[in-house]
């Protein structure tokens, strides 16, 4: 069979290369737009939260044209918009799987612009929580649309450094909303009433931006073949192929096998909750400890950072923001240099070691800050450390549940880990944290530490035993879909019914 020919049964069945054709693929300027197209809006989540973190003080003055408090910026908007992030991540995360990837990315991306829109037009308080609440909803369901998009479009050899560098561009995006936010302060530069509301509108402008280029990344083919549009998901890889053989010069070598799979057009949610907690369990408490480490471990240091600085090191409130974009790129650096480990090395190493050694430096940081030891300066560069090594495990948790569970539950798998982890973090985090680190106690503070800490070595054990070898293998080696397993079974009934002898495709064994 040649790589355009399908092989169709009359119940459903086909059988396709297309995830093998997909995974030999070398890197290209296809990617590139993949890339650029999915991954930047992390940028944006970044941007806008931490915008809205620093201007707290700027919003609540008087004559800021917006009637409300520094607490309920931090407190009531905060809590709004990650209720909406988790209710988004699993809202759109059931249309991702049920309507397709491409469709949703470009829904969620409308809703966070309208929304962030809307936010910079603010003239009450109740006007600013609702759309703080929707550009949340919208956030949540690009973490579900686009994770699973990009991991079913990069091929397996490059998925997890892809996917952590994608992730970890969150802290870009904190970096330029902290420098941001020290100019649109700067009454001399922009009145009170207009830097906080220009800045939602720079997030505007550059998610338009994305949008453009988002047009032009297709559907996923992986999606497409299992929901009856086999032929237009044969031809996109055809044309994906043409031009790699036409930028590198070179043909591509064969396909490692074919799937066998039998169409439908949506999964249950019993059937996800069964697949999720029955078939794959090790694989769901080593989503859940990941999530929850990575959550409460960035509470405990970023949610009172501010005021740490200020309580303990008497920096000028107008500074912090220089701070926190120092410790935004240690962040970004972390997945940055550290993500090409995670397909080479391997990801139980990786992931574990990142989780356990960023909690073990934090119970440092915390003993050094509890006596006394350290500065503004030395501070920050213990954060800068520990962050390091904890945003690329945390990026890679994101990569964990986009890749360890079957294809037709994977966007729902990531938005139920994200909306635990986020809960956890959002809620829990700030309830346990707000007055440790406010009190203005140094032992509070450091316990603080100590929480988080605990729970990312905690996190990192699981990993240590649970961590599945996925580095470089196809998503349908790591989990079989359920419509391969379906195909399975169809075809063995088939051959059960029937005298003739019948000819099958077994699918790949789930790992």
């Known amino acids: ?139 949540g369901g690009e973490y579900a649309a686009i994770n699973s998009a990009i991991d079913e479009l ?28 020290v100019l649109a302060l700067d009454t001399d530069i922009l009145p009170k009433d207009l830097g906080w509301r220009i800045s939602f509108g720079l997030g505007v402008v550059l998610g338009l931006v994305i949008l453009l280029v988002r047009r032009h990344v297709p559907e996923s083919p992986r999606w497409m073949f299992i929901h009856g549009r086999e032929e237009g998901a044969e031809q996109l890889v055809a044309d994906v192929e043409r031009q790699v053989r036409q930028e590198t010069g070179k043909p591509l070598p064969e396909p490692a096998g074919a799937i066998t799979i039998k169409q439908r057009h949506s999964v249950g949610f019993v059937q996800i909750a069964r697949t999720l907690f029955r078939v794959y369990p090790r694989r769901a408490v080593l989503g859940m400890a990941l999530f929850i480490g990575q959550a409460f471990l960035y509470n405990a240091i970023t949610f009172g950072f501010g005021s740490i600085l200020v309580k303990f090191f008497d920096v000028p409130s107008g500074s912090t923001g220089y701070f926190f974009a120092v410790i935004a790129f240690g962040n970004f650096m972390g997945p940055l240099l550290l993500g090409r480990l995670f397909d080479t090395w391997g990801r139980r190493p990786m992931i574990a070691g990142t989780y356990l050694l960023s909690g073990a430096l934090l119970f440092v940081t915390a003993w050094m800050f509890a006596n006394g030891w350290l500065t503004a300066t030395t501070m920050t560069i213990s954060w800068c450390v520990v962050l390091f090594f904890a945003s690329a495990g945390a990026s890679s948790a994101y990569l964990t549940v986009s890749e360890i569970f079957p294809m037709e539950t994977r966007a729902m798998a990531i938005a139920f880990f994200y909306a635990i982890g986020t809960a956890a973090g959002g809620i829990s985090g700030p309830l346990i944290f707000a007055g440790l680190t406010e ?30 070898a996925a580095e470089q293998k196809s998503l349908e080696d790591i989990a079989t879909p359920l419509s391969a397993q379906a195909a399975q079974a169809a075809t063995a009934a088939a051959a059960a019914a029937s005298p003739a002898p019948v000819s099958r495709t077994a699918p790949p064994p789930a790992l």
């Open 1 to 139: 069979m040649s790589e355009l020919e399908l092989g169709q049964a009359s119940n459903g069945t086909v059988t396709t290369k297309v995830p093998a054709r997909l995974d030999r693929l070398p890197w290209s300027r296809w990617h590139w737009m993949i890339v650029i197209g999915l991954g930047t809006v992390w940028i944006l989540d970044g941007l806008e939260v931490t915008i809205v973190g620093s201007m707290a003080s700027r919003l609540s003055e008087e004559g800021s044209g917006l009637a409300i408090s520094s607490a309920q910026v931090t407190g009531v908007a905060a809590a709004l918009y990650v209720a909406g992030a988790c209710s988004g991540a699993l809202f759109f995360g059931w249309l991702t799987d049920r309507f397709g990837r491409k469709k949703l990315f470009l829904i969620t991306l409308a809703v966070y612009l309208g929304a962030t829109a809307l936010t910079a037009l603010s003239f009450s308080s109740w006007w600013f929580f609702l759309f703080r609440f929707l550009t949340g909803f919208g956030i």
């Open 154 to 181: 990069i091929p397996s050899k490059y998925r997890g450094r892809v996917d952590l560098i994608i992730n970890g561009s969150f802290w870009l995006g904190a970096m330029g909303g902290a420098l941001l936010s």
């Open 439 to 468: 009190s203005g106690v140094v032992a509070d503070t450091a316990l603080a530490f100590c929480i988080g800490a605990a729970l990312m070595v905690a996190g990192g054990l699981v990993a240590l035993f649970f961590a599945v």
